[in-house]
Every structure is written in C-alpha cells, then in structure tokens.
C-alpha cells in the first residue's frame, strides 16, 4: 500500500505536472472547454444558474460543490458589493463565499464613467499646476525681458529674439498673424511726435477718417435701433400692415448688424493705430533701426510701462490662477463631471470642457471642438490613432484623463489595475504583515501596513505600463508580500521575464515556474502584449484574471477530490498547503476541521480536544506552532511532511479501503455549511414565504 507521505511527495514534487495530467483527463478536459466556450455569452447571474455545467464547474472551483442547491443564497452572494463591508458575501464568516464572488464582476465591478475618482483628482492637480507653471511662465518672461532689454542694440535684435518679440507683441496687443514683421520694424523705428515718420503717416494719419466713419456707424446703428422699436410700436395698432413692417424690421436689424459689425471693426483698427504709437514711443530706435550712442532701447520708465502693459494683457492667466476663481473652478468641474454621461455631453459643458483643456494647458478658444473629439475617441494604445498625429503631448494627456471609446461612449477607466483587484491585494498585505508581529506589535504594524496599503492605492493610478511599475520596487515588493512571496528572493531581472510572459501560452516563462502565483500577479495587471496598460476583453462576466484563477482553481479542486477518492490524507494536506497563506491566527484553523484534523494529527493530540474551550484550543496551537511559518512553503513543506507520517501511524495505514470518515470534514465550516451559512439560509427562507 502506497503511504500518505509517499502519494503526497509525489505530488508536491511534480504538483505541475500532477495538475496537467489531472487536466488532460477527458472529463475534466471537456467541462474545462466548455466553460471557456461558453462562460463569454453569460450577462446575468440567472444566466450562469440557469446553465448547469458552468454553475456547478464554478462552484466546484471554489470549494462550494455541496452549496450548489442553494440558488437563492448564492446569488445574493454573486450579486453583493465587495466593496460595501456591510453587504450580504461581506458579513458571511466563510472566506470562499467572498473568493466565489470576486471571481465575477457581476456587482462591484468597474463601471463605465467619463472620470474616476483618481482621474478627476490628478485632472484637478494638473488643472492647479498648470495654471501656476502659466503664472510662473509670465514671471520667467518678464525677468527674462528685464535682463535682456539692456543689451538690445537695434529693431532687428529686438525681433530676431523670439521671446523678445513675443513679449512685445502681447504687451501692445499685435496679432503676428495679421502684420507683417517689416511693418512692426518700421513702427519701432518711428517718432510718433514726427509727422513724417512712418507710424505718423501710415496709421496716425488715418485716425480723422475713421473716428468720422465710427461716428457715423454709430448714428447708422441707433438709427436703425430707433427705427426697429417704431416699427415694432406700429405692429399693435388697429389697421396695421403687419407683413410690410415684419419685412421693414429685418431690413433694419440687417442694417443694425451691419452697422454694429463696422463700429466693432473701426474700434478695432483704431485700438491698433494706439497701439502702434505706443510702441513707437516705447522704444528709442533710429529711422535706421539703430541706437544713438549711449542710449538704451527703452528708458527705466518705458521698460516698467511695458511690463505693466504685458501684465494687462494676461490678466485672464492671472485671474483663472487666483485662489478664488481655481477654487470656483474645481468645485464647478467636480459638480459637473458625474453628469458628463457621452461625448457630446462633455464639449457642451462648459465647466468641464474649459477646465479640462485647461488642465493640460490648451485654449478652448483656440482649437476646435471636433479635434478635441478625435482626441478623445483615439485608442491611446494604438500609435497610428489620431491623438498622436498631433505630436502634442498635451492631447495626449487629454486622452488618457478621460474615457471615452471610439464611438464617443462611456467606457471603463484604463487603469493598470482595477480597484477591486486593488483592494484584494491591499487587503492581502495587511494581513501578510501583521502575521510575523507579536501581540504587542500588531497594532502599530497593522496601521504602518494600512498606509503602505493606501500609498498603493494611490501609486497605481500612475501606473501606465509594465516599466512603470519595475521601476516601482516599491510597488512590485508590495504585490509580493500580499502574494506572500519574499521580495529579497526575487530579482529585478525575473520579473521582467515574468511581466514579458504570454499567459496564453502554457510554456512560457511565468507559466513555467513551479510556483503559480508569479503568473497570477502578472493577471493581476492590465497589460497588454506590449506591456502597455489597456483595457482587456472580458469573458462575459469575468475578466481574464478571473477566468483564469477560476480554471485553475477547478484543476486543484479536481486533483484533491481525486486524491482524496483514494487517500483521504492526502487530500488534507494538499488542502492544509493550500490554505496555509490565509491563515492569519490559531482561530483560522480551529474554525476549520479539516485544517484542524491536520494540526491535531500532525502533533498528535486527542480528537477529544475539539470539545475543549475554543480560547484554551487556541493556546495549543499558538504553543505548538508559530503562525508566521505558515508564510514559509518551506516550513509548511516540513509541517506536511510530518503530518503524512503522523497520519499513516494514526491510520495504520489503511488508505485505500472505501471512503474515510474523514472527508466529513470537508463539509463543514470553511468546507461546507457554517453556523453563519445556515442562518443566511433560514433568513432566505422565511423571506421567500
């Protein structure tokens, strides 16, 4: 007879090659195909109950094969919201009702928005930085113009120095697009008290004639104005010819456009004409574009009017980064935001659309709204998309801060990782953490591992490609310890190999490593083949990580049901080495009887023990093993191995000879019906009558 230690050797020895051949049985083979095929046309948790072989294959998969029947308790457990602590899954005691639900993403799951949180946070930062690297940027120009007007020595000089001119430009209010840069020499090289000079007789000159076309504009206008409101008296008296004077008040609000559009034009023409004799009395230049000896460009007192014209004209940058318009600003956007519900929806708000371009440092007055459009339908992961066309990164900041898909939809936010897998593995490390602390400890590292858990949290939302993350070893050693693998064992140069892996591929790198968990961490992540963040296809109701830990978990479950049939010592330990990570205190096993019959078996002690007080039962565990080496596979390796051995003495090594009552402790507590099962079942059923 083959012994326990012996079997279970084996197995851990070669658990691979165990798990592949358990997989190429042809029942297991068939009904893991058929979920693959299938699982993608499920929608709703009726639909996963109402076909047979997916419900009792994901069933099986998480340990729940016995709670199969129970249809109305199981999907108030599909349908809960990990997230909520107070819903149904949330406040049942067995661990697997939880692990069975985040298997699907059927509640809690990403949900399609123009924003998430993270998103409207770093947009609102960026928003504040950008205005204050604009208010930063004037100050730079102003020092920079402050330093170099000193040594200008011509018109020429002034110009050829882009920042120079530019500064100038917007000081006095010239549009380079419409003036041609010889005439702004010409300008500077002006005596506006000269009549001849060009400023003189080019612009001065025009002044008499277009203040008496403005007056006259202006006459046209209220005439035309006067003339409406009569017209519009005479629509209400007896007798009136109502069609003749509709026809004469739009022959008159025609020509009150008309007129109004040429005062604004003249008003425009002569605003220019000032500026143009201010700038030529800002600066001192020859007709010659040069400098008389001695003389500087401009004096002290033309330099600060210049500057103060130059303030004057970015008072909107100034304003908009003032605490109390920023303030207004962001509260504005984060009102609008969650009612942003389509594209179209989003360029016609106003307090997200201005505050969004705004953000990235673009002008809304400055670029068209279908642009902004293709921006936001590109697939930031393709090259070729439009977005990148523009060789401007800011659209591409653009892009990526909001959600949209090609048809201007909502979609779901491109996060590297999504937040109920975030949460998962923060929830993991705080409890991997506070596993090696002693009573004494607990309380201050449970709260440093919190932070650590929060800083994550909020790392991740940066996160936009696997080089990212490497980069990261903070975050990478983070994911480790929650995995419960040890960081200082795992290089740099093995997790590149590991995040390159396609898990698609049964032989590549991560799925070739005897440990699972490294291929688990890098489904963990939403990458692409390229090792860029994207939003990968779900399977129906489940994303690819899920689909693969509910296939593998299946393979497991197969293998210790199998083993189980013939050695039901086996079938514990594989299920105690399984279940090793997850325990966190004496508690954890004592709740479990199988996890208890291997405990009591390997140091053996009486089953009589399990009548005993529950605090005295935990005294014998914390007194003969440590809790912490339950996170070392090695010392759960040599725990096992003792147990086997323990297990045939205790047996005699009768193995083999029809079913042991011992798989009666698979179908209680965290293996079947718990106290805290039953009474959600009862509630169900006095709710239902």
Do not use: C
Request: aromatic letters at 10%; proline letters at 3%; a neutral charge.
């Amino acid at each position: 007879m083959v012994t326990t230690y012996f079997s279970y050797s084996y197995i851990t020895r070669n658990l691979k090659q165990s798990l592949t051949r358990v997989g190429q049985q042809t029942d297991v083979a068939r009904e893991a195909a058929y979920y693959k095929a299938n699982i993608g046309k499920v929608k709703t948790v009726d639909d996963l109950m109402k076909d047979y072989r997916l419900y009792h294959y994901a069933t099986k998969a998480y340990g729940l094969e016995d709670m199969a029947y129970a249809k109305a308790f199981m999907k108030k457990v599909l349908e809960s919201d990990l997230n909520d602590s107070n819903s149904f899954v949330n406040k049942l005691v067995d661990k697997r009702y939880r692990e069975f639900a985040a298997a699907f993403s059927f509640k809690g799951g990403t949900t399609p928005v123009a924003q998430s949180d993270n998103q409207t946070d770093d947009t609102i930062g960026l928003y504040t930085a950008t205005k204050q690297k604009q208010v930063d940027a004037l100050a730079d120009d102003s020092a920079y113009y402050s330093a170099k007007i000193g040594s200008i020595t011509s018109a020429d000089q002034l110009l050829n120095d882009d920042r120079l001119r530019n500064y100038v430009y917007s000081a006095f209010e010239i549009d380079e697009s419409k003036w041609p840069r010889d005439t702004i020499s010409q300008v500077l090289r002006s005596d506006p008290s000269d009549p001849t000079s060009y400023v003189s007789t080019n612009f001065t000159s025009q002044l008499s004639g277009l203040n008496a076309q403005l007056t006259q504009a202006k006459s046209d206008a209220a005439a035309a104005t006067q003339k409406i409101a009569d017209y519009k008296a005479q629509l209400t008296q007896p007798g009136a010819d109502v069609t003749q004077l509709k026809v004469q008040i739009l022959v008159e609000q025609y020509h009150l456009d008309t007129s109004n559009s040429t005062v604004s034009g003249l008003n425009d023409q002569i605003a220019t004409i000032g500026n143009f004799v201010d700038l030529a009395g800002a600066f001192e230049f020859s007709p010659d574009g040069s400098l008389p000896a001695g003389v500087s460009a401009q004096t002290a007192a033309n330099i600060t009017a210049t500057k103060d014209r130059f303030d004057d004209s970015k008072s909107a940058v100034y304003a908009a980064a003032s605490p109390l318009s920023e303030a207004l600003a962001i509260k504005l956007f984060r009102n609008a935001i969650p009612t942003v519900k389509s594209l179209q929806a989003f360029v016609s708000t106003p307090s997200v659309y201005d505050f969004a371009l705004g953000a990235v440092g673009l002008d809304p007055k400055g670029v068209s709204q279908d642009t902004i459009k293709a921006v936001l339908e590109s697939d930031v992961n393709d090259p070729k998309s439009f977005v990148y066309t523009l060789k401007d990164d800011r659209y591409v900041q653009l892009a990526r801060a909001f959600n949209f898909d090609a048809k201007g939809n909502l979609t779901t936010p491109l996060v590297a990782q999504d937040s109920a897998q975030v949460l998962q593995i923060a929830q993991a490390y705080v409890i991997a953490a506070i596993k090696d602390a002693s009573p004494q400890e607990q309380k201050a590292i449970r709260a440093q591992a919190q932070k650590d858990a929060t800083a994550y949290q909020e790392a991740i939302a940066g996160i936009d490609s696997v080089s990212d993350l490497l980069k990261n070893r903070k975050m990478v050693d983070f994911v480790l310890v929650a995995k419960g693998l040890d960081p200082k064992k795992v290089s740099d140069e093995f997790l590149k190999k590991i995040f390159a892996s396609d898990l698609s591929n049964p032989r590549s790198f991560a799925n070739s490593q005897s440990d699972s968990r490294f291929a688990d961490i890098v489904a963990s992540f939403n990458f692409d083949s390229k090792g860029n963040v994207a939003r990968l296809p779900m399977m129906g109701p489940q994303k690819g990580d899920q689909f693969r830990e509910t296939q593998a978990n299946y393979l497991q479950q197969s293998l210790e049901q199998q083993q189980g049939d013939t050695n039901p010592g086996v079938r514990l330990a594989l299920y105690f080495q399984r279940k090793a990570g997850e325990i966190t205190s004496a508690y954890d096993i004592l709740a479990d009887k199988a996890l208890s019959e291997v405990f009591r078996t390997t140091f053996n002690l009486p089953d009589s023990m399990a009548a005993m007080p529950i605090d005295q039962q935990a005294k014998f565990v914390d007194k003969f093993m440590k809790i912490k080496d339950l996170s070392d596979p090695t010392k759960v390796a040599k725990l096992l191995n003792r147990f086997t051995a323990m297990y045939d003495v205790k047996n005699s090594q009768t193995t083999g000879q029809g079913q042991s009552p011992l798989l009666d402790l698979f179908q209680g507590s965290s293996s079947g019906f718990s106290e805290s099962t039953f009474l959600a079942i009862a509630k169900l059923g006095s709710s239902s009558r």
